[in-house]
């Protein structure tokens, strides 16, 4: 099944939700979506909260392009963009493909520790900032929906300081891939 960029014409929160389980690659390594988290522009812990900058102006352009971004100037990490302000961090992956090329990028054998965390996809995924602004329905990027085994669960975000309450982190029910447990 496939998908057009009107999939991700919607609020985050939703297409968070349903991007777990959908499969995704860049330059054919990558893997199963099994964890998500929304952020919306009236989001104070949203990098689009105050407004467009030079860093965050992937943000504001079309859905269904990629938003990369560096966190704590260290870790390249990966968003899809919805509409205008709003983006869905991808902070886990189950990984299925290139995981030679993921582990030694990562310089880790186990496949739990390859993909578990935004920081550790951006790493074995070789994300950097020339992804950011891209089309997600053209190469490198691949991603296909493929039928969901599992119940989705949702909870608080993670990993931030501003609007922490927020039940918009959604994963895949007992995958051990998850970055966090819910």
Known sequence: MTWDASFFA?????????????????????GVIVETEAYLPNDAASHSFAGATKRNQSMFGPPAYS??????????CLNFVCLPGSAVLIRAIEPK????????????????ALCSGPGRIGQALAITRAHDGLPLSRPPFRLRFCEKSSAITSGTRVGITRAIEQPWRFGLKGSPFLSRKF
């Open 67 to 76: 938003y990369v971004y560096l966190s704590y100037g260290l870790h390249w």
């Open 97 to 112: 493909w290139g995981l030679e090329a993921m582990q030694t990028r990562r310089r880790v054998m186990e496949a739990k």
């Open 10 to 30: 919607r609020n985050a929160i939703d297409v968070a939700s349903d991007l777990v389980g959908y499969e995704f690659e860049v330059s054919g390594v990558g």
